[in-house]
């Protein structure tokens, strides 16, 4: 190893700093990068990245947050690139979590430990702790004063507070159930572990812990302990997440278990809600049998119990009493819902429940379970002793005393209504304000309308259930025979016969005519499963709707009047649909239920709409744009359909019933697609279409600074073909610069909005607006017009038009480089944009004026454009002063990382298409100052996160094959290469190179692979085989080694039968070879290695 320079050494460094400073502004460039997230769990060196695998679907305000926002901050080691974090700030603690539905931080400081909050240059601020320095920024001097204000008044108040605080640091009062290291299994580390009262804290180390540093806190009173896959760990299981721990022996294991149980059985005893409810002395006695201190509630029934009655009301079902726990469902407990309790309280629920309940038959506290049930299904379900409402049984009537109740403070007379047979749903009068439930938001009661939201479900005390008008329906229909598969082929009229139909009291029934009283066929209402509405035409009626049954039946029915149809549909979806998607009956395309795994009870209510899928999972409603899905499998392996949209990955299970067809269908028609115009493209989340957003970040991180850009044309082979790849799936495409020129990327941006249909300006008519208003003199006047012309474009295409120009202005900024000046890019985007042939130089005109007066037409801040178009200019222009700006395809910038992989420690390196790994690692290494030791030896790594496997990359490899074909669950990793002196000492002792034995071996063709099999193992020759039996048994496999890519790891998800492992992969067949001990895995490496490498294993050995 040669010794380095001061000089050499200080080169090397500022290389690498401008490498980063190159990459970082390309990413600041407005581009939208791709924000797919993975669920990878990555272990950071100061942080822990604890990902939920299910995020809660309100926020849970466990602590009183103070202020909440997104900040920037510096990473634990120093560095240049701010890390962006979701920080939270309440009386104790200071925490930043990775996103804004993280539950679990990344890292939480103790306000005890903090000596002061200091504000640093324009918008950024220190947090002084005693171990360390904390830098945040903010986004704007405004916001950073207003944390600054928050932290110092906390700091304050805490220096002036005789009260003890609820800390667990040394500055605190502590109050420690169990403490000690433990090993977490995923990521994993090693962590310091303890529980204080209903919490377990986890931190990187003991001396953090007195320092005041923590890395999350777990709320136990969700949380249930579990036995792990082996003898020495355990699960800790949330509903976010499951955390696995090991420790060192089983007597260790048995300690924390039961700690943890205690501390769990410690957490649900918090009396808190109780003892805020008991205030009303009625509430502090059973509503049924008068038993003290009821710790359950019947939520809309306002009633609380004590847990024998609970199990009496459970018995009911859901849909007369939703019995809820005061001390376990704490996320149900929501404000307007205590208040509901101490404004009823069971006093006054039982003025109207239990008005005239007779004492022969009242319920004492030690009835029977016999009993109580037939007292509870009684006074409830029955209502045989409550008070009727005086306008009982006149529906209008009621009606409108529920809709002038819920507008008042009268809880009482909302509950008597809610349960005499008003209709919860009722038509109010009022357009904008529909339902009682809005009526009341409108008015500004939300206990009231907490009290509505609880009873939408309930149906036992609704005499009128429905509305017959809307909700039941009788009528001629023309029928087709069911079938048990879907419907794809055209149906002539004389494929239908005429029936007669009615849907009334749970039954969708047809008869042959009005007159017959014997029922042809039916269903009911409760075995719909979904509802599909056909295009007009599909079939020779002219509207057709199908129902699909339990059974897997297809049912089609049509009419030639679309009124009767529509009227139909309305009254079918609120007969099969939960109350919480009535505002959509009558206006979706397609409804149902489908099996979810993150359903309740594994089922989810589904309404498609046009591109808006309306999801119900439990009592929560969401929305989901089809076209701006991350990623949409449509055919894994079980035959499931997996959405991955914003709010995280829907997986619809698989069904063989003719429904489940029909559904993946229609999601990935709703979708996008690549031949429709702007707003029917797949989308990003800007609502930008992906190929246009794809294309524009291609150009801007590799072609900003090529001649020519946008005037030079592309191969047309590799244009049209990639156009394709985009039209098919544009999700799915993903733009390498190995693989695509940026002329061919250029090229392919401009056919594609030539092509569109309808352009970015929405159809000639628009087009003509448009170049008309480049005609007008005046030139604020023209701006003005151009500005109501942008507001009238649909949101798609005025997005799109802002991204697009927004690029061009980016472009032409560095038009000494490019030589793209303004009225080039007008040349060559005028007649693109207008679908002209060019002659007109009025579309040109036009462009250039979108590009000149950007600011302006779009409303965006000249200073920030300034100062990003300042920032590139001076990083090129400082690139350009020290190498060539120019890049061959030959050559990129490489990040590698050097012994562990932490978040903003990537060493940038420029690798050139013959750099070997070799003199990558040198290069590395002299960057980073590292001289190697004597005996000391370093390797490059080709990881693969996702599998917890790598493999040792040969010395004399091309780096920058390697580098392209990376994944992104891949990195390269140099660290330092301790089996290489085993591996050839083993090697200089061996005469006949060959090496077989039995080993443990799984083929591994899924992810569920996990069975591993005693096999007799050969390696000889050029070859590896394998034997079902001892050597000499008929050959299983065989395989030409220096075909296969040997990896090492232990992938725990298989459950392999010991750690060593071997990961042998040739084509798309893996095969995973566990060895007794590590020995035998470095025998067999060396073996492999010897063979493939010819004895060329490690340079001048």
């Known amino acids: 190893m040669r010794v380095h320079t001061p000089y050499s050494q200080n080169m090397a460094l500022k290389q690498e700093e401008l490498l980063r400073d190159i990459q970082k502004c390309f990413n600041n460039l407005n581009v939208e990068e791709d924000k797919k997230e993975t669920v990878i769990l990555r272990e950071r060196e100061d942080s822990i990245d604890i990902r939920c695998t299910g995020f809660p679907d309100f926020t849970e305000d466990f602590r009183q947050i103070v202020k909440a926002g997104w900040l920037e901050k510096t990473p634990p080691k120093g560095g240049k690139i701010y890390q962006r974090r979701w920080v939270q700030l309440d009386s104790e603690y200071l925490r930043y979590f990775q996103t804004i539905k993280e539950v679990y931080s990344k890292r939480m400081v103790s306000l005890g430990s903090v000596d002061k909050v200091v504000s640093v240059g324009d918008s950024r601020f220190e947090l002084h702790s005693q171990s360390r320095t904390f830098l945040f920024r903010a986004e704007s001097t405004q916001e950073r ?110 300690r924390w278990s039961e700690a943890l149980k205690e501390c769990v059985s410690r957490a649900l005893s918090c009396d808190g809600l109780c003892e805020s409810i008991w205030r009303v002395p009625s509430n502090r006695m059973c509503a049924d049998c008068s038993s003290s201190m009821p710790e359950w509630a019947s939520v809309n029934l306002c009633v609380l119990l004590c847990e024998k009655c609970a199990g009496a009301h459970r018995s009911l079902g859901q849909n007369v009493s939703k019995v809820r726990s005061l001390k376990l469902d704490e996320r149900v407990w929501t404000d307007d819902l205590i208040r509901v309790f101490l404004l009823l309280g069971n006093g006054k629920a039982n003025q109207f429940w239990g008005a005239n309940i007779p004492p022969s038959e009242s319920l004492c506290s030690s009835a029977h379970s016999e009993q109580r049930l037939e007292h509870i299904t009684a006074k409830y379900k029955d209502g045989k002793y409550r008070k009727y409402h005086t306008l009982y049984g006149q529906q209008e009537a009621l009606n409108k005393a529920l809709c002038s109740a819920v507008q008042s403070g009268d809880l009482l007379e909302t509950l ?298 592309g191969v047309n082979s590799h244009v049209t073909k990639l156009l394709e790849r985009f039209q098919n799936d544009a999700r799915s495409v993903t733009l390498l610069e190995s693989d695509y020129s940026v002329d061919d990327v250029a090229s392919t ?209 091309r780096v920058l094959p390697i580098y392209f074909s990376l994944s992104c669950h891949s990195h390269l990793l140099i660290k330092r290469n301790h089996y290489i002196i085993s591996i050839m000492r083993y090697l200089e002792n061996v005469e006949n190179l060959c090496k077989t034995g039995p080993l443990r071996v799984c083929e591994v063709k899924s992810e569920s692979s996990k069975t591993f099999h005693s096999r007799h193992c050969e390696l000889s020759g050029t070859t590896f085989r394998l034997h079902k039996e001892q050597q000499g048994s008929q050959c299983e496999r065989e395989y030409p080694v220096k075909e296969l890519k040997l990896y090492h790891g232990c992938r725990s998800k298989m459950h392999p039968p010991t750690p060593w492992g071997l990961i042998l992969i040739y084509d798309k067949q893996q095969w995973y070879l566990c060895c007794e001990n590590e020995d035998e895995l470095t025998e067999w490496t060396a073996v492999f290695y010897s063979i493939q490498y010819n004895g060329d294993i490690w340079p001048s050995w």
């Not at 990187?204 to 999350?216: A, K, L, N, P």
């Not at 494929?495 to 017959?516: A, P």
């Not at 190697?932 to 990359?953: G, H, I, N, P």
């Open 145 to 254: 004063n207003d944390w600054v204000c928050c932290i110092e008044k906390i700091l304050s108040d805490r220096k002036h507070s005789l009260e003890p605080r609820n800390l667990f640091f040394r500055n605190g009062s502590v109050n420690i159930s169990f403490e000690g290291y433990m090993e977490m299994l995923s990521p994993r580390t090693k962590v310091y572990t303890l529980i204080n009262k209903d919490k377990l804290f986890l931190f990187r180390s003991h001396e953090e812990y007195f320092q005041g540093v923590g890395i999350t806190d777990i709320d136990m009173r969700m949380a249930n302990v579990r036995d792990g896959e082996n003898k020495r760990s355990f699960t800790l299981t949330t509903p976010y997440r499951a955390f696995s721990f090991m420790v060192d022996s089983e007597s260790e294991k048995q």
């Open 416 to 713: 008597s209504l809610l349960n005499c047979g008003v209709d919860i749903n009722c038509n109010t009068g009022i357009p904008e304000f529909p339902t009682p439930l809005s009526l009341a938001k409108r008015s500004g009661q939300t206990v009231q309308a907490e009290l509505l939201m609880q009873n939408l479900n309930s149906e036992s005390f609704t005499p009128v259930d429905k509305d017959a008008s809307i909700r039941s329906q009788s009528g001629y229909l023309f029928k087709t025979a069911s079938s048990a598969k879907p419907i794809t082929d055209h149906k002539t009229k004389t494929d239908f016969s005429q029936r007669w139909c009615s849907l009334g009291d749970g039954m969708f029934s047809y008869f042959k005519s009005e007159q017959s009283h014997h029922k042809c066929g039916g269903m009911k209402t409760s075995e719909i499963i979904c509802l599909s509405v056909n295009s007009p035409g599909k079939h020779g009626y002219e509207h057709t709707f199908e129902l699909y049954s339990e059974e897997g039946r297809v049912y089609l029915f049509g009419s030639d009047d679309g009124s009767i149809i529509k009227n139909w549909i309305q009254a079918i979806a609120m007969a099969v649909l939960p109350p919480a998607l009535f505002d959509v009956c009558g206006t979706c395309d397609r409804l149902g239920r489908l099996r979810c795994t993150e359903g309740n009870h594994g089922i989810g209510w589904f309404c498609l709409s046009g591109f808006k899928l309306q999801v119900l999972l439990e009592d929560n409603v969401q929305i989901i744009d089809l076209r701006k899905l991350l990623t949409l499998n449509l055919s894994d392996s079980a035959g499931s359909m997996v959405l991955v949209w914003r709010g995280g990955p829907l997986h619809l299970l698989a069904d063989r019933r003719p429904h489940f067809v029909g559904w993946q269908t229609f999601i990935q028609q709703r979708s996008g697609a690549g031949d429709q115009p702007l707003s029917q493209q797949q989308l990003t989340d800007l609502g930008v279409p992906v190929i246009i957003d794809r294309c524009l970040d291609h150009v801007t991180r590799y072609g900003l600074m090529s001649s020519g850009i946008y005037r030079k044309n």
């Open 749 to 957: 941006l401009k056919r594609f909005l030539r092509e569109v249909k309808d352009g970015v300006f929405n159809g000639q008519e628009n087009n003509d607006n448009w170049l008309r208003a480049a005609g007008l003199e005046n030139r604020a006047e023209k701006i003005k017009r151009y500005q109501i012309l942008l507001s009238n474009l649909p949101d798609v295409n005025r997005e799109t038009l802002k991204a697009l120009i927004h690029h061009l202005v980016c472009v032409q900024h560095l038009s000494d480089e490019n030589q793209m000046t303004i009225r080039n890019l007008g040349i060559v985007f005028g007649p693109t944009l207008f679908h002209t042939d060019g002659t007109d130089v009025t579309g040109s005109q036009v462009v250039e004026e979108l590009i000149q007066n950007y600011c302006s037409i779009f409303n965006v801040s000249e200073s920030d454009l300034k100062r990003q178009l300042n920032m590139t200019s001076v990083i090129l222009n400082k690139h350009k002063s020290q190498r060539p700006l120019s890049r061959t395809p030959s050559s990129t910038i490489c990040a590698v990382y050097l012994e562990k992989k932490t978040e903003g420690a990537e060493v940038l390196v420029q690798v050139t298409a013959d750099m070997t790994v070799v003199k990558l690692v040198s290069v590395v290494l002299e960057l980073k100052g590292i001289q190697q030791a004597s005996e000391e030896f370093w390797s490059c790594y080709e990881v693969l996160e996702k599998d917890d496997m790598e493999r040792t990359l040969h010395y004399q490899e």
